[in-house]
């Protein structure tokens, strides 16, 4: 009961204090008796209560290309973004994939990445004993690749073009099951890695 007042105190202070609603403390007739909101209020509110939820440390997110999140997160996240303390990643893939392409698509990955791993056991860089997420981590940073569009033009959509994200997208080899032709963009990450992308 305690943490359903809690959260109940938390979208009242969303309504009133973020998006400026008035309280609602009188008695209503009719059935209908809340407000209608454009799509971004509620991404807003999501986003917010999220961050409000999450324990303190680094915050990492993982999103689509998404219009309006170019606004709302720098905006909800920002102290967590100004502390070095908040990754956004965003990813896309194909979605139309069918089975058959899917199927061709892993086995030809799981026989790629088979091939580096032994390559790479010959070379000495990696041994018998690697984990398999150390193999599978080597084998993204050695064959990923920046991913533009058809006319070599970046993938950001307009919100994204400015110069405060970056506009690079890479394009991953892997293709786990269900999500093939991945490919990654780094809008907002910590100074350190900023500098290294």
Same mark, same amino acid.
């Given at each position: ?64 290309? #998404? =219009? @309006?999140?170019?606004?709302? !997160?720098?905006?909800?996240? &920002?102290?967590?973004? *100004? +502390?070095?303390? $908040? ?8 979605? #139309? =994939? @069918?089975?058959?392409?899917? !199927?061709?698509?892993?086995? &030809?990955?799981?026989? *790629? +990445?088979?091939? $580096? ?81």
């Amino acid at each position: 009961m305690d943490r359903a007042s809690h959260d109940r105190r938390q979208v009242r202070k969303i309504a009133e204090d973020w998006f400026g609603f008035k309280a609602d403390t009188g008695q209503s007739r009719g059935s209908f008796r809340g407000a209608t909101t454009k799509d971004i209020y509620t991404k807003a509110a999501h986003f917010a209560l999220l961050r409000e939820m999450l324990p303190p440390g680094h915050v990492t997110i993982t999103t689509e290309q #998404e =219009a @309006t999140f170019a606004t709302l !997160l720098p905006h909800i996240f &920002e102290q967590e973004i *100004r +502390r070095g303390a $908040f990754t956004w990643l965003m990813m896309s893939f194909n979605k #139309e =994939a @069918t089975k058959p392409e899917i !199927l061709q698509k892993v086995r &030809e990955s799981k026989k *790629r +990445r088979w091939e $580096f791993y032994n390559a790479a056991m010959y070379d000495g860089f990696l041994t018998p004993d690697s984990e398999a997420s150390e193999v599978t981590r080597a084998f993204i940073a050695k064959a990923m690749s920046v991913a533009t569009g058809p006319k070599g033009q970046s993938l950001s959509i307009s919100n994204y073009q400015g110069a405060a994200f970056p506009r690079l997208w890479v394009r991953s080899p892997a293709q786990p099951s269900g999500e093939l032709d991945k490919v990654v963009a780094f809008p907002l990450v910590p100074r350190g890695l900023r500098q290294t992308l």
